[in-house]
Each structure stands twice: as structure tokens, then as C-alpha cells.
């Protein structure tokens, strides 16, 4: 996703005129999960207003933070102190073929960064870094949903469908409708703890957890 990289600049502002805070929201709703973990994995977190949110409620945290925007990588390591930073990894890489190696994290985080793929790479992703994920392990998720019926409804894909025509345009994304990203989180054996709406549904936050196969905990 380098075509972040135009983007990087405006785009806490964008957002802001969009959503007000609506999406710092949603990316946070679960952040609280996340203070007993030693390590977490972060993926397409642009500026990095989630990174130093986990960072402030998480003081001992190390975290590994993978986007394909150096630009944006710049945006969020500016946001840190130097202890912060010390405790942070960066890599500038596209999600699609990023390898932890042997790393291995007791969270993944997704926050609006799903839905800038088709439902292939989605299931790519997924089926690559899930199992780096440690077993009790959790994945927390935000983006941008469809209600199922009602006035809603019909808002939300008005909403979609216009900023699938923004970011094709400005960060040229080949995805042109929303992917069933929890589906897909469901089939690879992660089961929903707790999830929160905001905007008449228009955006959804989750939080998952995987248990490894064989499991008699769920």
C-alpha cells in the first residue's frame, strides 16, 4: 500500500473531517486487552495513533509495526518518545508477503487495514500470520461494516462505495468493495470475545481469540 505514501500528510485531517474521532474510537475500544501482552504484532497501522495508544496503556510492550508506507512508518515514529521507540519495530512491508520468520505474538492488531484488500489476499494474510499468533492469543480488528437492513444500511453503502472511489483514486487500491474479513477470521479458528458498534453500524470493532487446533478451551 505505497500509494499511502501521497497520503500520509493529510491524512489524520481527512479522517478528522470524515468521522471526527469516530475511527481513534473503534481502533481503541479494546486496547485495554492488550496490557498483559509482552508481544504484539501490528499491521497497516499508518501515522500511528493506535501504535501510541497500546504504547501508553501497555508499558511493557514490544511491539512490531508492518506497513507498506515509509512515509506513514515516519508519520508514527514521530509520534513516540525515545523509551517508546525502543521498545518498537518497524518493518516497511506489504502485508500480502511479509514473513515474521520466527517471531511469534500474543496479538495481532488490523485496525481499518482489511478492507484495502480483495477477499483472496484477505484469506492470504490471514492463513500466513495466524500462526505466528500464540495459542489464547488475540486479534483485534476495526473497519468499516454494512448493517444488515434498514436506513443504515443503505447509508453505509453509500458511505463505502464512496470511499472505495476516494482511495482507488488516491492510494490506488485494487479493492472496490469490502471483503467478509470476520468471516474469514472465523474460519481460521479465531471466536469473537466482544465487539463494539459506532455509526449506525458503519464501522465495527472486534476483538477475537485463537485457539489452537485440538483446543479444549473455547
Known amino acids: ?6 497520503m500520509a500528510a493529510t491524512y489524520q485531517a481527512l479522517e478528522l473531517c470524515a468521522f471526527g474521532g469516530g475511527l481513534q474510537r473503534a481502533r481503541t475500544a479494546f486496547v485495554d486487552h492488550l496490557t498483559p501482552c509482552r508481544d504484539v504484532l501490528t499491521l497497516g497501522d499508518g501515522d500511528g495513533r493506535f501504535l501510541k495508544a497500546l504504547l501508553d496503556a501497555a508499558p511493557d510492550v514490544r511491539v512490531h509495526s508492518v506497513d507498506a508506507s515509509a512515509r506513514m512508518l515516519a508519520l508514527a ?12 519495530t518497524f518493518d516497511c512491508a506489504d502485508a500480502r508477503h511479509f514473513d515474521p520468520g520466527q517471531r511469534t505474538y500474543d496479538a495481532i492488531v488490523t485496525m481499518f487495514f482489511l478492507d484495502c484488500f480483495v477477499e483472496g489476499d484477505v484469506e492470504r494474510i490471514v492463513s500466513r500470520i495466524l500462526p505466528h499468533l500464540r495459542p489464547g492469543g488475540l486479534w ?6 454494512i448493517p444488515p437492513s434498514g436506513a443504515a444500511r443503505m447509508h453505509a453503502r453509500v ?3 464512496a ?19 470476520e468471516a474469514i477470521l472465523q ?23 485463537y485457539f489452537s487446533v485440538g483446543s479444549t478451551d473455547q
Open 1 to 6: 500500500m505505497a500509494g499511502f505514501d501521497r
Open 77 to 88: 515514529g514521530g509520534r513516540l518518545t525515545a523509551h517508546q521507540r525502543a521498545r518498537l
Open 140 to 145: 483485534l480488528y476495526a473497519d468499516f461494516a
Open 159 to 161: 458511505a463505502v462505495s
Open 163 to 181: 470511499l472505495y472511489r476516494f482511495f482507488r483514486w488516491r492510494a490506488d487500491l485494487e479493492a472496490r468493495t469490502l471483503p467478509p474479513s
Open 187 to 209: 474460519r481460521a479458528g479465531l471466536s469473537c470475545l466482544d465487539q463494539r458498534e459506532f455509526r449506525a453500524g458503519l464501522i465495527r470493532s472486534a476483538v477475537y481469540r
